[in-house]
């Protein structure tokens, strides 16, 4: 069992920046790939960046490639989504997950996670 709360959404303008943090408990951290997602309004929830359990290995949607930059502080118990250069597309309802696994897999499959945060809203005006 794990607990993820998610943070640092925001409305901000086109071509600026976010950093959503996400924060794990209940369960050891280093057990799981985590995974970001996003879901914009009458769109089903799609693959953003995800990230092995040791940070080794990261994966990226198209849309997010070479702008978006997934990471974790195992630490610290978080995982970390920079979004630099946001687009209004990008504007959605992005959702932390976690998946447990026992290798250094990446996982861009929501199906595959088994936890969920609430979401953080992130909106990008022109």
């Known amino acids: 069992q794990v607990q993820l709360v998610e943070s640092g959404g925001g409305l901000v303008q086109a071509g600026t920046s976010l950093r959503l943090s996400c924060g794990a408990s209940?369960?050891?951290?280093?057990?799981?790939?985590m995974g970001w997602f996003r879901q914009a309004p009458g769109k089903e929830r799609e693959f953003v960046a995800a990230?092995?359990?040791?940070?080794?290995?990261?994966d990226y949607a198209d849309s997010a490639k070479g702008r978006f930059t997934i990471s974790r502080d195992n630490a610290k118990n978080t995982a970390y989504l920079q979004m630099n250069v946001l687009r209004p597309e990008d504007a959605a309802v992005y959702y932390c997950?976690?998946?447990?696994?026992?290798?250094?897999?990446?996982?861009?499959?929501?199906?595959?996670?088994?936890?969920w945060g609430q979401g953080t809203q992130v909106t990008v005006s022109s």
């Open positions: 209940g369960a050891s951290f280093t057990a799981y790939a």
């Open positions: 990230i092995s359990r040791n940070g080794a290995n990261t």
């Open positions: 997950a976690a998946a447990y696994k026992p290798f250094v897999e990446v996982i861009p499959h929501p199906h595959e996670y088994n936890y």
